[in-house]
């Protein structure tokens, strides 16, 4: 029997989040800068290593896999990939296979999606309102989106929409998202970004809104009931009594989750980072490339990288690079 991952804190590794692309079809203000240089294709780990990588993490008891990017469905034959980790549903070595998108490929790719296995979906979205939308996504098209989602509830998905709080360009949204939510019957969280002051972005179209402040919004027009279920992360749930619906609220910073923390993430380069808060990570891919057909080393390798997995990220701000990356991270994968 392969030893499950389990990291020096007794935290059972069982949820691996892979980014499979740095490439995007949107331009948002808080993430990328408009003339992006992505990373030479040599770089990024094929679909097939992609699939090798996933599949040792599964082996070594990964039970949910989501998919991130950058947005995931630009990369080329990338159903090729999920269709191929169907398999580890099928077999019922994964419970989850899912991914967080911006939308913008769901129309043309949710019923293939449906068709590998994917259950729920989480979809970007910080604005209904397209002028707004076009200003944040720089290149994204609303219309586009709300087909996508259309598609994706058609095709049986199950969607929940992550919105990024931002004061000044959202705020005025918290009822008009609440409410198309739950018309849609879609789940909803809100993403607290770090300030934003220093991204170097000319763009800004918003500042740091706590989700305290985003909460007693909120609690104007509803009346919000805590949910004790946690999912291991960095979110914490209310229902709104009014309409029964679930809201979320993500502080990615926030210390309350470490000691349930069941995840790492992987980047689309095969480099393993143990911790949101903590830039320490372990490139993986020399294990992986320098033994094709044995994965022995690979699996030493992330057994190492589990066993360095931090108690809890020190929250110290300056050891965060604020270029946007982290902010990425933090707004598109949520945590
Ligand atoms: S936030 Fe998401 S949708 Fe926007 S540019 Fe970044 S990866 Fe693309």
């Known amino acids: 029997m392969t030893q499950p991952l389990v990291d020096p804190f007794q935290r059972a590794i069982t949820y691996l989040r892979v980014s499979v692309t740095d490439r995007c079809d949107f331009r948002?203000?808080?993430?990328m800068?408009?003339?992006?240089?992505?990373?030479p294709k040599k770089e990024l780990l094929t679909l097939e290593e992609l699939d090798r990588m996933c599949s040792t993490f599964v082996r070594l008891g990964v039970r949910k896999l989501r998919i991130t990017g950058g947005e995931p469905l630009v990369r080329r034959d990338i159903m090729t990939f999920f269709r191929s980790m169907s398999r580890h549903l099928d077999s019922g070595a994964l419970e989850e296979l899912t991914l967080t998108t911006n939308g913008s490929q769901l129309e043309r790719f949710a019923a293939d999606l449906y068709a590998a296995g994917v259950r729920r979906v989480n979809v970007s979205l910080d604005t209904l309102d397209e002028e707004k939308f076009a200003r944040v996504t720089r290149w994204g098209r609303l219309p586009q989106v709300l087909r996508g989602l259309d598609a994706a509830q058609a095709a049986g998905l199950k969607v929940k929409l992550n919105a990024v709080a931002l004061k000044g360009f959202n705020e005025d949204e918290v009822e008009t998202l609440t409410r198309f939510c739950a018309t849609r019957g879609?789940?909803?969280?809100?993403?607290?970004v770090m300030p934003m002051g220093d991204l170097g972005n000319e763009d800004r179209v918003g500042q740091y809104w706590s989700m305290k402040?985003?909460?007693?919004r909120l609690s104007e027009s509803y009346t919000l009931t805590d949910l004790p279920e946690s999912t291991g992360g960095p979110a914490r749930y209310v229902r709104l009594e009014e309409t029964g619906q679930k809201i979320g609220f993500i502080t990615p910073l926030s210390h309350n989750f470490c000691e349930s923390c069941n995840r790492v993430r992987m980047t689309c380069t095969g480099e393993l980072y143990m911790c949101l808060g903590q830039e320490d990570m372990m490139d993986l891919r020399p294990a992986l490339r320098n033994h094709p057909g044995n994965d022995a080393p690979l699996e030493q390798a992330i057994r190492q990288a589990i066993g360095l997995k931090p108690e809890g990220h020190d929250f110290d701000y300056s050891r965060q690079r604020a270029d946007g990356q982290v902010s990425r991270h933090m707004s598109h994968t949520g945590g």
């Open 28 to 31: 948002c203000v808080y993430c």
């Open 33 to 39: 800068a408009e003339n992006m240089t992505f990373l």
């Open 186 to 192: 879609m789940d909803l969280t809100w993403i607290e």
């Open 213 to 216: 402040d985003l909460r007693a």
